[in-house]
């Protein structure tokens, strides 16, 4: 069984060896936008299952392939990074003992935090973390007390899931705590389906920001102490941001 | 001029992106054995330089966009992360204003940390942090800090630039603090070369770990508290290791 990561959404950013992978599958088994960007053809069969289905699309994952399919479990951005590898482990852990023996591989991509980075300059150029927003299998205080020692540590940051319709007011306090603990001026991004037509970046300050300016598809990253601002005359967003690798 | 991921080494984790570009460019800049990992052609010119040259390097190549030449600047793994972004842009913002109207796109790659991850599992699979080990950019007590207050918000983490033949110590006191702060069940992992013929996985614990397990060509992941270890008879390393999405 392979894990593969997709990329953030544009076909020029999949690996050559997803691509190979994908190509001799014969079940595709994901979230249903991931597997509609798997293009049908004959003796594929493509497995689209709901958000927060996670466990359950493992579990079938792993008893097609002790079944004998080539079966790739799809995720968008890199399958390590709040996706589809840790589902595949936690139901492999819990599940029948025969599915140890599966030869399974796990194919990196590049992630929606680095696409996003790369689109607006070098925003994780020093030290950084990665936290997932939502509380739907966290307590918010966890959350709350990783932001105020992100801030402590100086790290710049990344954000998934920022916000959903069922957790509206989340984000806000996301953005109340981050406001008390970096200030108003520090540098705030938000990037939405990076490397899709539906692409959409914004460079603004903590003060500045609003909750509405992410949804569910927007990757929201804060820059350190040191991250700066650079306006140009090109650049998708009219400026480059970095965050110097030096700190003397 | 494009700033270009790599990948972490083998050639098939390169995006396609990445290589229309190296197809096309008229120079390649970068460390010297990134540099040779573009194979030459006609019509290419390969500028390799040392280590710690980052900035010479990066003006160097903005020198060259602006002359009118196709340049692609390169880094292993994604160009973002402790990588030749940021010292692009630092370049860039202390440079010549003509510089600031030059057509630049960063083209992100899979960088080492999710190669390792997607290796041993998904280690990186809940909240996490990335952090350089090397002093020569920032002083030691930052680092120090900075693993202390990872550990306490419970992060995975994962380590670049572990140790070098000029550091020799610092690694063995990054290792000591991580045991004071995680115990000495914590698992540890590392990973060398990710996707070369000279890849070598590793997983143990910190209280097992010595700093002889990591060089300059590691990248090191430490586990949250959260994080397990699941003996399997296939997988890379005898085991898978993940980090649960749940706390709950």
New interface residues.
């Given amino acids: 069984m392979k894990?593969v990561?997709l990329?953030p959404g544009?076909?020029?950013?999949?690996?050559?060896?997803a691509s190979?992978v994908l190509a001799e599958a014969t079940d595709v088994v994901g979230y249903v936008p991931y597997v509609e960007r798997v293009a049908p053809r004959p003796g594929l069969t493509r497995h689209g299952s709901d958000n927060r289905e996670?466990i359950r699309r493992a579990e079938q994952a792993l008893e097609m392939a002790a079944d004998g399919r080539r079966v790739a479990v799809v995720s968008s951005g890199?399958?390590?990074?709040?996706a589809m590898?840790?589902?595949?482990?936690?139901a492999?852990?819990a599940g029948q003992p025969a599915w140890?023996?599966?030869?399974?591989q796990?194919?990196?991509?590049?992630?929606a935090m680095?696409?996003a980075?790369?689109?607006l300059?070098?925003?994780?150029?020093?030290?950084?973390?990665?936290?997932?927003l939502s509380d739907n299998?966290?307590?918010w205080a966890?959350i709350e007390?990783?932001l105020r020692?992100?801030a402590?540590?100086?790290?710049a940051m990344a954000f998934y899931n920022p916000r959903s319709r069922s957790r509206p007011e989340g984000f806000a306090r996301a953005l109340a705590v981050l406001r008390e603990a970096c200030g108003l001026d520090r540098p705030i991004m938000f990037a939405r389906a990076v490397s899709t037509p539906e692409e959409r970046l914004r460079v603004t300050t903590l003060g500045e920001a609003t909750p509405e300016m992410a949804d569910m598809r927007t990757l929201v990253m804060v820059g350190s102490s040191l991250t700066?601002r650079?306006?140009?005359?090109?650049?998708v967003a009219g400026e480059?941001v970095?965050?110097?690798?030096?700190?003397?």
Same sequence: chains 1, 2.
Avoid at 152 to 155: G, L, R, T
Avoid at 242 to 248: G, I, K, L
Wanted: aromatic letters at 8%; a negative charge.
């Fill in positions: 894990i990561g990329g544009n076909e020029v950013l999949i690996t050559p060896e190979s996670e890199d399958p390590g990074v709040f590898g840790a589902a595949v482990f936690e492999l852990e140890r023996a599966l030869d399974i796990v194919l990196p991509g590049v992630s680095l696409a980075s790369a689109r300059g070098a925003p994780l150029g020093h030290d950084f973390c990665c936290i997932n299998l966290k307590p966890l007390k990783r020692l992100a402590e540590a100086d790290f700066r650079i306006p140009v005359d090109s650049g480059w970095y965050t110097p690798r030096s700190v003397v």
